[in-house]
């Protein structure tokens, strides 16, 4: 599948093609079908709130027998006992928390878990994700996503979809 991307500039004469999945069922759908053709076993699929959402929610769907768990980026009133990580990601400015709770913790404790996000670009979020299940004591069995982009695509910890590259502030790709 093909998408026509917007360059937007995060900072300096650095920009990025900003892969917007949420409202594109079609992409969700074809992404997917595709990261569960290369993802180890997995019991449970953990994703940071919101881009992560739509396809995690397609994986599940398709594999029928999986379920996901998403780390929100606030703490909600109906958590039990939360705990959080902070993450600065490259296309937010300010530092984020990604919660869980203690009902999260006891679903994946001792799970195989899959993380899913749809773009990697510093690890960042990964990083912050991979913390989230170590403090419930899960396996992390593989990382995924659809794109990686700039130091990702050279990483051998991670699967993924396509390269997706860096672009300079007048759109040409780096």
């Known amino acids: 599948m093909e998408r026509d ?5 995060i900072g300096g004469d650095l920009a990025i093609g900003a892969f917007i999945i949420v409202g594109d069922p079609q992409i969700s759908v ?7 053709k290369k993802a ?6 953990l994703t940071a709130e919101t881009k992560g959402i739509p396809l995690v929610h397609e994986m599940a ?3 029928g027998d999986s379920k996901y768990i998403v780390a929100r980026k606030s703490k909600k009133l109906y958590m039990v006992d939360p705990f959080f990580v902070e993450v600065q990601s490259i296309t937010t400015e300010a530092k984020q928390r990604l919660y869980l709770d203690k009902l999260d913790l006891e679903t994946l404790r001792g799970k195989r878990v899959l993380i ?7 690890g960042k979020s ?6 989230l ?3 419930c004591e899960a396996n992390v069995v593989g990382k995924m996503a659809i794109l990686a982009e700039g130091d990702a695509i050279d990483r051998k910890d991670i699967i993924y979809l396509q390269k997706l590259p860096l672009f300079n502030a007048d759109g040409q790709a780096l």
Not at 5 to 9: A, K, T, V
Not at 116 to 122: A, G
Not at 126 to 131: D, N, P, S, V
């Open 133 to 135: 299940a170590e403090m």
């Open 5 to 9: 991307l917007p360059i937007c500039p």
């Open 30 to 36: 074809h992404c997917a079908r595709e990261l569960l």
């Open 61 to 63: 769907r398709q594999r």
């Open 126 to 131: 990964l990083e912050a994700l991979e913390a």
């Open 40 to 45: 180890p076993e997995f019991d449970y699929v």
């Open 116 to 122: 899913v996000d749809d773009v990697i670009s510093t």
